[in-house]
């Protein structure tokens, strides 16, 4: 069975799908077969970031009414040569249950090397759910406080769901704005802030956020693409050095 892992934060607009979609891609990349799970219904996005909307007919929502087998809402992404993506429920009405999506995950992640699930924002049902499922937690945050008091709630929520394997990836990190705005003296106080052991540091990239051709040379050589595959590597248990801050 593949590794379930949710991608979560609390806090709404840090860059859980964003991050999603491309560690999804980075994934695969290293010759991984990833499904990603939408878990934000009637918000859904991974769709229009994996490059798929347009040839969507069903989603989970249809797989768990039987509307369809699984494998006809399943969408390979067509730059991504090893990634799919289970779209979302298009309404909030037809979202899943922690332990519908519970079983569907498992069920799936014998199919594939890892599911990412991106959780919604929020700490109600839809975070319940993208939960339910997953064996590791990636909280996304960014360098703020309000940020990483949500991160701090949401290691305990974690925590209390029996989810142990939790790592930060703190987003948006951009060195000038980090000492200019002078809220934490240093890395260390923003990681003891949040209380979870930190897996990257992805820096603030317009080429991340345009989510534009993967093949494109410019953003190959971003140093947005570049933190991806770090956190891909390190997801898979491999030693990367954080490499110096003050390039971000
Ligand atoms: N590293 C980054 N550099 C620049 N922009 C980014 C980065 N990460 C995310 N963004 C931008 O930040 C915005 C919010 O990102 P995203 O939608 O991924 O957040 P989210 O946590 O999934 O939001 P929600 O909680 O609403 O689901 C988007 O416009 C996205 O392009
Ligand atoms: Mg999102």
Known sequence: MGAITVVTSGKGGVGKS???????????????????????????CQDLLLGVSSSLLFDMGDVVRG????????YECPDTQGLWLLPAPQT??????????????????????????DS????????????????RALVVTQCTPVCLRSSEHVHRLLTDRGIRQQRLIIN???????????????????????GIRLMGIVPEDTLLAKNGDQKSLLLRR??????????AARLEGESVPLGSLRKF
Do not use: K
């Not at 999603?20 to 290293?30: E, I, K, P, V, W």
């Not at 499904?35 to 009637?42: E, K, P, V, W």
């Not at 899943?96 to 890892?114: F, G, I, K, T």
């Not at 000038?176 to 802030?193: G, K, M």
């Open 222 to 231: 971003s140093a947005g693409f570049a933190a991806m595959q770090r956190l």
């Open 67 to 74: 509307n369809c087998e699984p494998i006809r809402a399943i």
């Open 18 to 44: 964003t991050i999603t979609a491309h560690l999804g891609r980075a994934l695969a990349m290293r010759g991984r077969r990833v499904l990603i799970l939408d878990g934000d219904a009637g918000l859904r």
């Open 92 to 117: 909030w009405e037809n979202r899943l249950s922690p332990y519908v999506m519970r079983q569907l995950a498992e069920l799936l992640a014998d199919y594939y090397d890892h599911v990412l699930i």
């Open 172 to 194: 948006r990190f951009s060195y000038a704005a980090f000492r200019r705005q002078d809220d934490f003296d240093d890395l260390d106080s923003v990681i003891d802030t949040a």
């Open 120 to 135: 919604p924002a929020g700490i109600d049902e839809g975070f319940e759910a993208a939960c339910a499922a997953a064996q």
